[in-house]
Protein backbone atom coordinates (compact mmCIF):
# COMPACT_ATOMS: atom_id res chain seq x y z
CA UNK A 1 0.00 0.00 0.00
CA UNK A 2 1.39 3.33 -0.87
CA UNK A 3 0.71 6.52 0.91
CA UNK A 4 0.64 10.20 -0.01
CA UNK A 5 0.41 13.58 1.51
CA UNK A 6 -2.19 16.53 0.37
CA UNK A 7 0.40 17.95 -1.19
CA UNK A 8 1.37 15.15 -3.33
CA UNK A 9 -2.62 14.29 -3.89
CA UNK A 10 -3.01 18.05 -4.98
CA UNK A 11 -0.38 17.87 -7.99
CA UNK A 12 -1.61 14.60 -8.80
CA UNK A 13 -5.41 15.71 -8.97
CA UNK A 14 -4.34 19.17 -10.23
CA UNK A 15 -5.99 21.21 -7.84
CA UNK A 16 -5.24 22.79 -5.10
CA UNK A 17 -4.31 21.72 -1.14
CA UNK A 18 -7.36 23.53 0.13
CA UNK A 19 -9.45 21.85 -2.24
CA UNK A 20 -8.06 18.28 -1.48
CA UNK A 21 -8.43 19.27 2.56
CA UNK A 22 -12.29 20.09 1.32
CA UNK A 23 -12.93 16.94 -0.68
CA UNK A 24 -11.28 15.04 2.35
CA UNK A 25 -13.84 17.09 5.01
CA UNK A 26 -16.68 16.62 3.14
CA UNK A 27 -15.58 12.63 2.93
CA UNK A 28 -15.62 12.64 -0.78
CA UNK A 29 -12.03 11.56 -0.62
CA UNK A 30 -11.37 8.82 1.68
CA UNK A 31 -8.13 9.62 3.80
CA UNK A 32 -6.63 9.48 7.47
CA UNK A 33 -5.92 12.10 9.59
CA UNK A 34 -3.54 11.45 12.13
CA UNK A 35 -2.89 13.17 15.87
CA UNK A 36 -0.73 16.29 14.43
CA UNK A 37 -3.26 17.04 12.02
CA UNK A 38 -1.66 15.57 8.70
CA UNK A 39 -3.90 14.26 6.35
CA UNK A 40 -2.31 10.34 4.72
CA UNK A 41 -4.41 9.19 1.36
CA UNK A 42 -3.81 5.65 0.33
CA UNK A 43 -2.69 6.05 -3.35
CA UNK A 44 -5.02 3.55 -4.59
CA UNK A 45 -8.50 5.31 -3.37
CA UNK A 46 -7.10 8.55 -4.69
CA UNK A 47 -6.47 7.03 -8.30
CA UNK A 48 -9.97 5.46 -8.00
CA UNK A 49 -11.24 9.30 -6.92
CA UNK A 50 -8.86 10.47 -10.09
CA UNK A 51 -10.55 8.36 -12.56
CA UNK A 52 -13.94 8.39 -11.66
CA UNK A 53 -14.63 11.27 -9.58
CA UNK A 54 -12.77 14.05 -10.43
CA UNK A 55 -13.99 15.57 -13.27
CA UNK A 56 -17.00 16.32 -11.35
CA UNK A 57 -15.05 18.11 -8.87
CA UNK A 58 -13.25 20.67 -11.05
CA UNK A 59 -14.19 24.01 -10.29
CA UNK A 60 -15.37 26.47 -12.41
CA UNK A 61 -12.96 29.65 -14.18
CA UNK A 62 -14.70 32.71 -13.23
CA UNK A 63 -16.05 34.70 -16.56
CA UNK A 64 -13.01 36.84 -17.37
CA UNK A 65 -10.98 33.55 -17.00
CA UNK A 66 -13.08 31.74 -18.59
CA UNK A 67 -13.48 33.96 -21.63
CA UNK A 68 -9.70 34.16 -21.60
CA UNK A 69 -9.34 30.64 -21.95
CA UNK A 70 -11.41 30.60 -24.83
CA UNK A 71 -9.63 33.49 -26.52
CA UNK A 72 -5.68 31.62 -25.99
CA UNK A 73 -7.03 28.53 -27.07
CA UNK A 74 -7.56 30.66 -30.55
CA UNK A 75 -4.53 32.35 -30.42
CA UNK A 76 -5.82 35.66 -29.09
CA UNK A 77 -4.30 37.60 -26.24
CA UNK A 78 -7.08 37.95 -23.37
CA UNK A 79 -5.52 41.20 -22.77
CA UNK A 80 -8.21 41.90 -19.47
CA UNK A 81 -6.31 39.70 -17.64
CA UNK A 82 -2.63 40.47 -15.98
CA UNK A 83 0.28 38.83 -17.11
CA UNK A 84 0.64 36.75 -13.66
CA UNK A 85 -3.29 35.77 -14.18
CA UNK A 86 -2.38 34.48 -17.87
CA UNK A 87 0.52 32.72 -17.06
CA UNK A 88 -1.40 30.60 -14.29
CA UNK A 89 -4.19 29.98 -17.24
CA UNK A 90 -1.58 28.48 -19.37
CA UNK A 91 -0.38 26.47 -16.40
CA UNK A 92 -4.57 24.98 -16.04
CA UNK A 93 -4.67 24.65 -19.82
CA UNK A 94 -1.42 23.01 -19.86
CA UNK A 95 -2.34 20.34 -17.25
CA UNK A 96 -6.00 20.52 -18.89
CA UNK A 97 -4.45 19.24 -21.97
CA UNK A 98 -3.40 16.00 -20.20
CA UNK A 99 -6.81 15.17 -18.65
CA UNK A 100 -8.36 12.20 -20.29
CA UNK A 101 -10.79 12.33 -22.94
CA UNK A 102 -13.47 10.70 -21.16
CA UNK A 103 -13.41 13.24 -19.02
CA UNK A 104 -13.79 15.88 -21.18
CA UNK A 105 -17.70 16.57 -20.90
CA UNK A 106 -17.98 16.92 -17.28
CA UNK A 107 -15.00 18.73 -16.95
CA UNK A 108 -15.27 21.53 -19.30
CA UNK A 109 -18.82 21.86 -18.81
CA UNK A 110 -17.34 22.99 -15.05
CA UNK A 111 -14.90 24.99 -15.94
CA UNK A 112 -16.90 26.87 -18.17
CA UNK A 113 -20.48 27.09 -16.93
CA UNK A 114 -20.09 30.92 -15.67
CA UNK A 115 -19.57 32.20 -19.22
CA UNK A 116 -23.22 33.59 -19.74
CA UNK A 117 -24.73 36.40 -17.38
CA UNK A 118 -28.11 35.63 -19.20
CA UNK A 119 -29.29 32.35 -21.03
CA UNK A 120 -32.95 32.43 -22.18
CA UNK A 121 -34.74 29.79 -24.62
CA UNK A 122 -36.66 30.61 -27.47
CA UNK A 123 -38.54 30.07 -30.83
CA UNK A 124 -37.87 31.11 -33.88
CA UNK A 125 -39.84 30.69 -37.17
CA UNK A 126 -37.84 28.75 -40.01
CA UNK A 127 -38.61 32.12 -42.10
CA UNK A 128 -36.80 33.85 -39.76
CA UNK A 129 -33.50 31.86 -38.96
CA UNK A 130 -31.23 32.18 -42.13
CA UNK A 131 -31.60 36.13 -41.48
CA UNK A 132 -30.94 36.07 -38.01
CA UNK A 133 -27.85 33.79 -38.80
CA UNK A 134 -26.50 36.21 -41.18
CA UNK A 135 -26.78 38.86 -38.05
CA UNK A 136 -23.43 40.96 -37.63
CA UNK A 137 -25.05 41.46 -34.06
CA UNK A 138 -24.87 38.11 -32.80
CA UNK A 139 -22.14 35.26 -32.55
CA UNK A 140 -23.11 31.87 -33.56
CA UNK A 141 -22.29 28.89 -31.19
CA UNK A 142 -23.54 25.26 -31.03
CA UNK A 143 -25.21 23.26 -33.74
CA UNK A 144 -25.33 26.95 -35.47
CA UNK A 145 -20.94 27.27 -35.66
CA UNK A 146 -21.03 25.12 -38.98
CA UNK A 147 -17.54 26.40 -39.57
CA UNK A 148 -16.46 24.97 -36.65
CA UNK A 149 -18.48 21.75 -36.17
CA UNK A 150 -19.68 20.67 -40.01
CA UNK A 151 -23.44 19.97 -40.83
CA UNK A 152 -23.90 17.46 -39.28
CA UNK A 153 -26.06 18.41 -36.41
CA UNK A 154 -28.26 21.14 -38.50
CA UNK A 155 -31.75 20.65 -37.45
CA UNK A 156 -30.89 20.79 -33.47
CA UNK A 157 -31.29 23.98 -31.46
CA UNK A 158 -28.75 26.46 -32.10
CA UNK A 159 -27.40 29.55 -29.95
CA UNK A 160 -26.37 32.84 -30.28
CA UNK A 161 -24.45 34.82 -28.15
CA UNK A 162 -24.83 38.92 -27.87
CA UNK A 163 -22.79 41.33 -26.09
CA UNK A 164 -25.71 43.03 -24.00
CA UNK A 165 -28.93 42.88 -22.52
CA UNK A 166 -29.68 45.44 -24.64
CA UNK A 167 -29.10 43.53 -27.97
CA UNK A 168 -30.66 40.71 -27.04
CA UNK A 169 -33.93 43.08 -26.86
CA UNK A 170 -33.51 44.10 -29.91
CA UNK A 171 -32.73 40.73 -31.76
CA UNK A 172 -35.91 39.29 -29.91
CA UNK A 173 -37.92 42.29 -31.40
CA UNK A 174 -36.47 42.24 -34.46
CA UNK A 175 -37.28 37.96 -35.19
CA UNK A 176 -40.63 37.86 -33.25
CA UNK A 177 -38.97 35.07 -31.02
CA UNK A 178 -40.92 33.51 -28.89
CA UNK A 179 -40.02 32.48 -25.20
CA UNK A 180 -40.45 28.53 -25.24
CA UNK A 181 -39.29 26.60 -22.04
CA UNK A 182 -40.75 23.48 -23.31
CA UNK A 183 -40.07 23.22 -27.25
CA UNK A 184 -37.14 25.83 -27.89
CA UNK A 185 -34.93 25.79 -31.27
CA UNK A 186 -32.40 28.84 -30.31
CA UNK A 187 -30.93 29.57 -27.15
CA UNK A 188 -30.14 33.93 -26.41
CA UNK A 189 -27.07 34.35 -24.22
CA UNK A 190 -26.00 37.28 -22.87
CA UNK A 191 -22.00 38.23 -21.75
CA UNK A 192 -21.10 41.58 -20.02
CA UNK A 193 -19.69 42.69 -22.81
CA UNK A 194 -15.99 43.34 -21.49
CA UNK A 195 -14.27 41.00 -23.82
CA UNK A 196 -14.91 39.90 -27.70
CA UNK A 197 -17.09 36.93 -28.33
CA UNK A 198 -14.86 34.83 -30.77
CA UNK A 199 -11.81 35.77 -33.02
CA UNK A 200 -11.99 38.86 -35.11
CA UNK A 201 -13.33 38.39 -38.97
CA UNK A 202 -15.20 34.88 -37.48
CA UNK A 203 -18.95 34.48 -37.61
CA UNK A 204 -18.50 31.95 -34.66
CA UNK A 205 -17.85 32.07 -30.85
CA UNK A 206 -14.34 31.03 -29.85
CA UNK A 207 -14.06 27.24 -30.27
CA UNK A 208 -14.57 26.10 -26.47
CA UNK A 209 -17.55 28.18 -25.79
CA UNK A 210 -19.07 26.67 -28.86
CA UNK A 211 -17.97 23.21 -27.24
CA UNK A 212 -19.98 23.94 -23.93
CA UNK A 213 -22.53 24.74 -25.66
CA UNK A 214 -22.62 21.56 -27.10
CA UNK A 215 -21.83 20.18 -24.54
CA UNK A 216 -25.77 21.21 -23.18
CA UNK A 217 -27.33 19.79 -25.88
CA UNK A 218 -29.48 16.54 -25.15
CA UNK A 219 -28.41 14.87 -28.30
CA UNK A 220 -25.14 12.92 -27.74
CA UNK A 221 -23.97 13.50 -31.30
CA UNK A 222 -23.59 17.23 -30.12
CA UNK A 223 -22.25 15.79 -26.96
CA UNK A 224 -19.32 13.73 -28.92
CA UNK A 225 -18.74 16.96 -31.24
CA UNK A 226 -17.99 18.82 -28.05
CA UNK A 227 -15.38 16.67 -27.02
CA UNK A 228 -13.86 16.10 -30.49
CA UNK A 229 -13.89 19.83 -30.66
CA UNK A 230 -12.27 20.68 -26.80
CA UNK A 231 -10.14 17.63 -28.40
CA UNK A 232 -8.64 19.55 -31.15
CA UNK A 233 -8.37 22.64 -29.57
CA UNK A 234 -5.96 21.98 -26.98
CA UNK A 235 -4.16 19.78 -28.82
CA UNK A 236 -3.14 23.08 -30.84
CA UNK A 237 -2.13 23.76 -27.94
CA UNK A 238 -1.67 28.05 -29.11
CA UNK A 239 -2.11 29.35 -25.49
CA UNK A 240 1.81 29.27 -25.51
CA UNK A 241 1.66 31.46 -28.80
CA UNK A 242 -1.04 33.52 -28.41
CA UNK A 243 -0.62 37.26 -29.48
CA UNK A 244 -1.19 39.52 -27.38
CA UNK A 245 -4.03 42.59 -28.51
CA UNK A 246 -5.50 45.67 -26.39
CA UNK A 247 -8.59 44.56 -25.53
CA UNK A 248 -11.62 46.51 -27.15
CA UNK A 249 -13.64 48.67 -24.60
CA UNK A 250 -17.59 47.61 -24.74
CA UNK A 251 -18.62 50.13 -27.74
CA UNK A 252 -15.41 48.40 -30.13
CA UNK A 253 -16.63 45.15 -28.66
CA UNK A 254 -20.55 45.82 -29.85
CA UNK A 255 -19.69 47.23 -33.12
CA UNK A 256 -17.51 44.10 -33.24
CA UNK A 257 -20.59 41.66 -33.62
CA UNK A 258 -22.86 44.39 -35.75
Known amino acids: MSIVGVAEAARRLNISPVRVRQLIRSATLTAEQLENGVYLIDSSDLDRFASQERAAHVRGFSPAVAWAAAALCDGDGAAWLSSSERSRLRARLDAARQEPRRDAASAWRSRLRRLATHTDPYRVHD ?75 SRSTYRLVTAADLLNEADTRAVQAAIDLIHATLTENLWRSSRRHSQPDRQSAHATCR
Open 127 to 201: DNLNELRDDHRLRLSSVYATTLVGDGLAGGSGCVWVTSGNVASEVIRDYALLRSDTRPNLTVKVSDGQWPLGPIG
